[in-house]
């Protein structure tokens, strides 16, 4: 079967960084996503990874090693406003969106 | 704000209600989806409608009938649910499947409780 692992929830502080990982196991591969989710809120697009390496975006970067089937988020210089769910997503052989359960990130400060 | 909006935001229903959520997409899009999320589990994809046309149905069951009459708009007919049924449900909107990224955007969801 298909699936994805990552953490349930981190805590972090306000200013640190914090790294969410995300493993799969797949059949095939078609890009990796994470996204944010906010309580009660809509997930929003962070990232995209196809390839293997770190895409930089900001205070936050996402690395793939399809290799390994990882990936991981990086969040610098933490903020109390990203405290929110963090969702990894990898896209099959079918197109079709395998999705992970999320990673509650706590921030304190 | 991503472009998806959805109504209601919130819902009550009892077992032998019917009643409909809507979605609608100001982005262009080609392809359109229902997605189920429950507490601590992974999006549970439902449907998803390409160009109007149904192109996935990932074993829903039938009190849950979709309708797509554009590739704007993208309905969610709901009739005698089950207390397992409540969870979040949420709209997004893609581009065109099968192309490059085709990131998914999602609206805010429907909050769904059935009592």
């Known amino acids: 079967g298909q699936n994805i692992d990552q953490p349930t929830e981190m805590t972090a502080t306000e200013g640190a960084i914090v790294q969410i990982n995300c493993t799969y196991q797949t059949s095939g591969f078609n890009g990796l996503f994470w996204y944010q989710q906010h309580a009660g809120e809509a997930p929003t697009f962070l990232s995209y990874n196809v390839l293997d390496g770190l895409e930089e975006k900001g205070r936050f970067s996402s690395f793939l090693s399809r290799s390994k089937g990882y990936s991981y988020l990086l969040l610098k210089e933490l903020q109390m406003k990203d405290s929110a769910s963090y969702l990894c997503a990898v896209r099959d052989s079918n197109y079709q969106l395998i999705w992970g359960a999320g990673t509650k990130l706590i921030i304190k400060p | 704000e991503t472009g998806v909006t959805q109504t209601p935001r919130h819902l009550v229903m009892g077992m032998t209600n019917k009643k409909s959520l809507k979605c609608e997409q100001h982005l262009g899009h080609n392809a359109m989806y229902w997605y189920k999320q429950s507490a601590k589990k992974p999006l549970e994809l439902m449907f998803v409608?390409?160009?109007?046309?149904?192109?996935e149905n990932n074993s829903v069951p039938s009190r849950f009938s979709p309708e797509c009459p554009n590739s704007s708009h993208l309905f969610l007919h709901l009739h005698t649910l089950q207390p397992e049924d409540s969870a979040l449900y949420l709209c997004?909107?893609?581009?065109?499947?099968?192309?490059?990224?085709?990131?998914?955007?999602f609206g805010p969801g429907t909050r769904l409780t059935v009592l």
């Open positions: 997004a909107s893609s581009q065109d499947p099968g192309q490059g990224p085709d990131t998914q955007y």
């Open positions: 409608y390409n160009f109007k046309e149904q192109t």
